[in-house]
């Protein structure tokens, strides 16, 4: 019998699976498009349920897989996109929401999120993310790729407290977060969405990480999602369009990884040591 997959919260108390599933690089091919929105729905299944998209992924098409996966099927899914920040203007953020809801064949984006900073003041983008809020096309908001002191300006901002979410690249290769963010984050009780987890599968070869995952009779793969959730309020949310990887991500819960592990890894992957620049792909 699976474990059931752990949960974090959102500020407002919004239940999530801490693991979820990515769409970066789906529904660049119409020939894939209906294996991906197929593993989509096989991830929820299995309790998955939180699936990550943005209008610039394949220009609307990954948004596009996530509306024909969540089809008939609305109140399974907590669906997450984000807005370019080049729309990120007051009505521009209200203008992509509305084209992204119309991808995704939606009322609502659960979790709407700003890309990553861009020239528009983030008081402007905040109002508009308050707007949509307040006519229920969304349910909260929040942002990518903000370190440490950008989310330090942003909760100086009117109702910049309203911040549900920062999603940023994290895995065993780049633990920078791990010197500020990661801890001020969870002190403020508002999660960590950690992209692309498996460093776009870089860790795979890696000797230590073999050694780990033979010790649990586990893949590389589960070891280090293993490792990004066994911190609290992290979010992992790995892209596959493959079955079988669907299912060996969700089974990432059952590793449970000990202080020798966790040294070994330490060693292999070393932790900061002083503070470094938020890293983005």
Known sequence: MQLPIPTTS???????????????????????????????????????????????????????????????????????????PTNASRDGTIKACEASLKRLGTDHID??????????????????????RRSGKIGAWGVSNFDADDMEELLGVPDGGNVAAN??????????IEYDLLKDSQARGIPL?????????RLMRH??????????????????????I????????????????VRENRASVEVQLTDDDLSILDKAFPPPGRKMPLEMI
Request: glycine fraction near 10%.
């Open 207 to 228: 000797p230590d990480l073999i050694h780990i995952a033979k010790a649990h009779q586990a893949t590389v793969a589960q070891v280090a999602l293993a490792f990004l």
């Open 10 to 84: 959102l500020p407002s108390g919004t239940s999530i699976p801490v693991i979820g599933q990515g769409t970066w690089h789906m529904g660049e091919r119409k020939a894939s498009a209906v294996e991906e929105a197929k593993c989509l729905r096989h991830g929820l299944d299995l309790g998955m349920t939180l699936i990550d998209t943005a209008e610039m992924y394949a220009d609307g098409g990954a948004e596009r897989i996530v509306g024909e996966t969540i089809k008939g099927r609305r109140n399974d899914a907590f669906v997450v996109s984000k807005v370019l």
């Open 167 to 176: 999603q940023v690249l994290y895995n065993l290769a780049r633990r920078g």
């Open 111 to 132: 979790l709407y999120l700003l890309h990553w900073r861009g020239r528009y003041r983030l008081a402007e983008t905040v109002e508009a993310f308050e707007a949509l």
């Open 193 to 201: 969405m950690a992209y692309s987890p498996l460093d776009e599968g």
């Open 230 to 245: 066994r911190n609290p309020g992290v979010i992992v949310i790995p892209k596959t369009a493959m079955p079988e990887r």
